[in-house]
């Protein structure tokens, strides 16, 4: 099963642009320049993502960038939101990604670190013809408005907003990645208070990390598919088209 996709257009916003469009494009430029290296490193990930987000109309409202110092393994996070939403919106997605040490590791030697140990360079080695099988998770969360949780105050209520939540990211997308709904509550006063609201879904990508223009294109379809749920989102649970108030 398919875990990626792009937005399914429903009349909730322009048609998708091509993040190829014109000679001078911002991502055509970032892909041309720097295809230089077999695996994208970190860095290239993170802007490449940023553009992207960018050019899909999104603003990031939040961002982080962290290493572990135990493991060496590189987190990234960022909270985005159309651009056009009065700020701080009351809605947003956030994606976020763990890079494991061995991508650094071969984005910056490449295959040949894993012979180097056994045979001299100019010996001919199977590994050179081929490459690591590396893929990497982009979690995906849409964070729905305080005040709209709040109202639910019931198990029934939970349940009915979930399937909800789920029908109408089916109607957005066209592929066949299911969102999970989780919520956050607390129990006072004899009385159930949701205190956080999310749908989680996770992108896959695998080869696009051994092709910049690949992943140009992957995550340029993921930014507008992110502005495409969000806005259909804010419709359907915030009360219009803004991000902000409540039904």
């Not at 399914?8 to 290296?37: C, H, K, S, T, Y």
């Not at 987000?53 to 060496?72: C, F, H, R």
């Not at 029908?167 to 129990?187: G, K, L, P, W």
Request: glycine residues 6%; charged residues 25%.
């Amino acid at each position: 099963m398919s875990t990626n996709g792009s937005s399914v257009q429903n009349g909730n916003d322009a048609p998708i642009p091509d993040p190829f469009d014109g000679d001078e494009g911002l991502l055509r430029q970032m892909a041309e320049q720097l295809l230089w290296g077999r695996y994208v490193p970190f860095e290239q990930m993170v802007s490449t993502l940023m553009s992207s987000a960018m050019e899909a109309g999104l603003l990031a409202v939040d961002a982080s960038n962290s290493v572990d110092t135990n493991s060496l393994i590189r987190n990234f996070e960022v909270a985005l939101a159309p651009g056009d939403w009065p700020f701080p919106p009351e809605m947003w997605a956030e994606i976020r990604f763990e890079w494991p040490v061995e991508y650094t590791v071969l984005s910056t030697t490449g295959d040949g670190i894993f012979c180097d140990l056994y045979h001299p360079d100019e010996d001919d080695c199977s590994h050179q013809l081929r490459t690591a099988q590396i893929s990497l998770a982009l979690e995906i969360d849409y964070i729905f408005p305080v005040a709209f949780a709040q109202k639910i105050d019931s198990d029934e209520g939970i349940e009915a907003t979930a399937k909800r939540i789920r029908q109408v990211f089916e109607e957005e997308v066209n592929h066949e990645n299911i969102v999970r709904v989780d919520v956050m509550a607390s129990y006072s006063d004899l009385d159930l208070h949701l205190v956080n609201l999310k749908a989680h879904h996770v992108w896959i990508l695998d080869e696009e990390l051994t092709d910049l223009v690949h992943l140009v294109d992957i995550l340029f379809s993921l930014c507008v598919e992110v502005r495409t749920v969000l806005l259909r989102f804010s419709q359907e649970f915030a009360g219009g088209p803004d991000g902000n108030g409540s039904k």
